[in-house]
């Protein structure tokens, strides 16, 4: 176990709705990074969250958004879903700052389902 | 531009007989390489990391990766697979893209053990 926690475990929604998903990081670490694992492919970088900003994101579209909250955890936030959004949602915590480590540990995500 | 190129889609060995898979990478510099392991229905478990340190690197549940610069390789080795190792496993690295770390997944190694 990493300390890291999401919720919800599932989600099923339909085309078009919105999304929120939640992650809580692992004690002592400041900087969260979201990934989007389709089903068979490895994950793919959405973005990452240090000191409540978005300091680095991957080619996903503007609908996907996030935040990050003083205690560190962190949501995700997907607008107008598509189908191939259908996806499990990962998060990782890690210690970032001049004496940080570029060492992620994951969460065990969450299965969201657009139908 | 980062990258990970996982050689073998699909590796089955027989219970206690040795595990090779094989991982080449890119990276712009010097970078930091990691395995992670999924089982099924379950998030990412980091195995071992490498970070300039040694060349050689050990992890957890008997796995080790050597680091060869000359072939950019990071292949993942154990000498006796055991059951409980059927998994996925993802060689991983890491690279700095402005403030942020971000982690480039190769495609996966579905590795089988057969009794």
């Known amino acids: 176990e990493t300390g890291v926690t999401q919720s919800p475990t599932h989600l099923i929604k339909t085309r078009g709705q919105q999304v929120t998903l939640r992650c809580s990081s692992q004690?002592?670490?400041?900087?969260v990074s979201w990934y989007q694992q389709a089903l068979g492919q490895g994950p793919q970088f959405i973005f990452q969250?240090?000191?409540?900003?978005?300091?680095g994101r991957g080619n996903f579209p503007p609908r996907f958004s996030g935040l990050q909250f003083p205690n560190y955890s962190s949501e995700l936030n997907v607008n107008a879903l598509e189908l191939d959004d259908s996806a499990l949602y990962l998060c990782?915590?890690?210690?970032?700052?001049?004496?940080?480590?570029?060492?992620?540990?994951f969460g065990p995500g969450t299965r969201l389902t657009v139908l | 531009a980062q990258s990970v190129t996982q050689l073998d889609s699909h590796v089955s060995v027989s219970e206690g007989t040795p595990v090779l898979l094989r991982c080449n990478y890119s990276?712009?510099?010097?970078?930091?390489l990691f395995w992670y392991v999924q089982h099924p229905n379950k998030g990412l478990q980091l195995l071992l990391k490498?970070?300039?340190?040694?060349?050689l690197v050990k992890g957890i549940n008997g796995f080790e990766a050597e680091f060869k610069k000359s072939e950019t390789s990071f292949h993942l080795t154990k000498p006796s697979a055991h059951m409980s190792d059927a998994a996925e496993y993802f060689c991983?690295?890491?690279?700095?893209?402005?403030?942020?770390?971000?982690?480039?997944f190769g495609s996966g190694t579905q590795l089988t053990v057969l009794p």
């Open positions: 490498y970070t300039s340190a040694a060349t």
């Open positions: 969250y240090y000191r409540e900003e978005e300091n």
């Open positions: 004690s002592g670490h400041n900087t």
């Open positions: 991983v690295v890491s690279d700095r893209f402005g403030s942020a770390r971000q982690l480039t």
């Open positions: 990276s712009s510099y010097s970078p930091s």
């Open positions: 990782a915590s890690s210690a970032a700052g001049a004496f940080g480590t570029d060492t992620q540990y």
